[in-house]
């Protein structure tokens, strides 16, 4: 069974701080997302990981993936306030068309 | 604009009742999805769809129902076997049914609250 393990799981951190949250699973997988969800709100499609040693930026946040470790991080960069919400990383299943998702890491970056 | 359109925004049901939330999509999208989300935990899928007429349970099936009678279309209906079924429901659609998957991009969500 596929399994995604995000930690931490919550993450309280000041603005002008670099950390990074990391997505570990457990079976072999051709993609890897990441989406942002806003409280109370949808999620946001944030990156698209297709292949070993991909890395994409967007501002602050950067990502990337290890296909033979099977993890990614998801780096942020001199931390604002605008970052905070839950990131969710999420992987194909190798066996249909599912998305397996992870719990979940919510970042709340204090001012 | 293109998207996803998910109604109501609130829904309440009553103990015995089904209802049913609309997810709607002018993406063009094949494949549709639906995702319920506890509060403070992530997403399980409930079915998805990846081409009309078509549809598969996901890991959370029981209590609920589905149609995809268009392509544009995929209503959930939250039905009275489903014993807990306050959560955020989320309608989700991607590009392919064809067995590529892609990024799902997500409606708005529709908070369920039980009366």
């Known amino acids: 069974e596929l399994k995604v393990e995000q930690n931490p799981l919550f993450l309280s951190m000041q603005e002008g701080k670099n950390y990074t949250i990391y997505c570990n699973y457990s079976?072999?997988?051709?993609?890897l997302y990441w989406y942002r969800q806003d409280p109370g709100k949808s999620l946001e499609s944030l990156f698209v990981?297709?292949?070993n040693g991909a890395v994409k930026q967007e501002g602050r946040l950067m990502a990337s993936l290890d296909t033979k470790a099977r993890l990614s991080t998801l780096h942020i960069t001199a931390a604002v306030h605008d970052l905070s919400a839950t990131y969710f990383c999420?992987?194909?299943?190798?066996?249909?068309?599912?998305?397996?998702w992870g719990a979940g890491t919510k970042l709340i970056i204090k001012p | 604009d293109g998207g996803i359109t998910q109604s109501p925004k609130y829904l309440f049901r009553k103990e015995g009742q089904n209802v049913t939330l609309s997810c709607e999509q002018n993406?063009?999208?094949?494949?549709m999805y639906w995702y319920r989300q506890d509060p403070g935990q992530g997403l399980r899928l409930i079915y998805y769809?990846?081409?009309?007429?078509?549809?598969q349970k996901g890991d959370i099936a029981e209590g609920y129902s589905v149609s995809r009678e268009k392509k544009e279309s995929f209503p959930l209906t939250v039905t009275s076997a489903q014993k807990n079924p306050t959560a955020f429901y989320l309608c989700?659609?991607?590009?392919?049914?064809?067995?590529?998957?892609?990024?799902?991009?997500f409606g708005p969500g529709t908070r369920l609250l039980v009366l």
């Open positions: 989700a659609s991607s590009p392919s049914g064809g067995g590529l998957q892609e990024t799902q991009y």
């Open positions: 993406l063009n999208h094949d494949a």
């Open positions: 769809s990846q081409i009309v007429n078509d549809f």
């Open positions: 079976t072999t997988s051709d993609r």
């Open positions: 990981l297709l292949s």
């Open positions: 999420a992987v194909d299943s190798p066996s249909n068309y599912q998305l397996i």
